[in-house]
């Protein structure tokens, strides 16, 4: 126990402590124990009934934002303050005005009543006892009574991953009376400065575009039914997180970007360099291939298409169709040879009657035609190398003013 008068200390704290206590219930709350007086005393100048705790929160750090397990750590100061009339009673040391006592005692804060404050969203929590349990108890003039603790607490939040990893994401904090009503404790914002965060906080992957405290959680806390008897008191935050965007830039939008690009080194490629262009187009493929499962494995697996599944979909679909292009093109630049018909061996003795005698103009024309046929096949197959060559990063530049303004909006 540490007893800090603010002037005078002497064994009077002590002795004023042990009397305070001495008669106190503390499953009693402080507006029962008012209602008890009134009803006893109806002249009594204070009224019972429900106690106000004044709820104050000092967040100290944010960890990881997990979106595969969709929850996020955070550090946190759980300031409550509340009056107890029992506090009032008796006589104050010397100069009451200015004292107070600061317990962080385990044995004694827990002879003290203290709102059943949980956190409705925390998966799983701790207290800090490094290198004392991190506790405060003051109790002040007049009854005045802080209640101080530090936890480490790591709530659920449900993202909505649609635009994932150009999304904004909105997580709560929440706290609710656990086994009282509204009508017994009702939690509200201190008026002063209900909500703070630790100078210069940050977030490892996202950053804190706002934060705002409301006087309701998102689901009504009812442990019973839905009776308004039976509603317990909720308070919330609503955190908005916008994403950081620098770490998937670097290592899943620029990758990919590449590789789209490097297929299209096939277009520039001779149209007979078939072995290049088949390594080429096929180890493109394999590899964003590869990254988009890569992506994918990082991620809890969602019923919905994601910003970066598109965006994976659409570079896979590019490389792909530039080599169908290339099969497209050697297919006909190898047309020539179902055009031609190969001329029969003869041998040299009969080369010269033959050529002076039994050709005829037909098979002239058709050797013509198959030799026309060649080229136009062949400056077919290369027009479309070139129009590949400005048609792939015109039809991949509008995909991209479609997509970033769609998923940066």
């Known amino acids: 126990m540490c007893l800090i008068p603010s002037s005078h200390p002497s064994p009077s704290a002590v002795s004023f402590l042990d009397d305070l206590l001495e008669d106190y219930d503390r499953r009693v709350t402080p507006g029962e124990f008012l209602s008890h007086l009134r009803e006893l005393d109806p002249d009594f100048p204070f009224a019972g009934g429900t106690t106000h705790v ?25 300031r409550q303050s509340w009056d107890d009339f029992r506090f009032h009673r008796g006589q104050l040391p010397h100069d009451h005005n200015n004292f107070h006592l600061d317990l962080n005692d385990a044995d004694i804060i827990k002879a003290v009543w203290k709102p059943d404050t949980y956190f409705p969203n925390a998966k799983q ?45 909105e997580c709560y904090i929440e706290l609710a009376s656990f086994a009282r009503t509204k009508n017994d404790v009702l939690l509200r914002w201190n008026d ?26 998102v689901r009504t806390t009812t442990l019973l039914h839905n009776a308004p008897e039976h509603e317990r008191s909720c308070l919330s935050v609503r955190l908005s997180l916008r994403r950081a965007f620098g770490h998937h830039l670097v290592q899943s939008y620029l990758p990919s970007l590449l590789i789209v690009v490097i297929s299209w080194v096939s277009f520039w490629l001779d149209v007979d360099a078939i072995p290049a262009r088949v390594t080429l187009g096929v180890t493109t493929l394999l590899t964003i291939s590869a990254e988009s499962t890569d992506k994918q494995a990082a991620l809890a697996p969602v019923s919905y298409v994601k910003a970066l599944d598109i965006w994976m979909a659409a570079c896979t679909m590019f490389v792909f169709c530039a080599l169908l292009e290339f099969t497209a093109v050697s297919y006909l630049a190898r047309l020539r040879s179902r055009e031609e018909r190969p001329s029969p061996i003869v041998p040299d003795d009969v080369a010269h009657f033959t050529m002076e005698q039994r050709i005829d103009r037909s098979r002239v024309r058709q050797l013509a035609s198959a030799k026309e046929a060649e080229r136009f096949f062949r400056r077919t197959a290369k027009g479309v190398d070139r129009v590949s060559r400005l048609g792939f990063p015109l039809m991949f530049g509008i995909f991209n003013l479609v997509y970033w303004p769609y998923y940066m909006h």
């Not at 969709?70 to 759980?78: I, Q, S, T």
């Not at 349990?133 to 993202?159: A, E, H, Q």
Request: proline share 4%; net charge neutral; charged share 20%.
């Open 192 to 217: 002063t400065k209900p909500l703070s965060f630790n100078h210069g906080i940050r977030m490892a992957n996202f950053k804190l575009e706002h934060a705002q405290y409301l006087d309701a959680c």
């Open 125 to 169: 929590g701790e207290f800090h006892y490094v290198a004392v349990p991190n506790v405060l108890l003051r109790i002040g003039p007049k009854g005045r009574v802080l209640y101080v603790l530090r936890l480490k607490l790591r709530f659920s939040c449900m993202m909505d991953l649609t635009s994932y990893p150009l999304d904004t994401q």
């Open 54 to 78: 004044n709820v104050e929160l000092l967040i100290r750090s944010f960890g990881a934002v997990n979106a595969d397990t969709m929850d996020y750590d955070a550090e946190l100061y759980l």
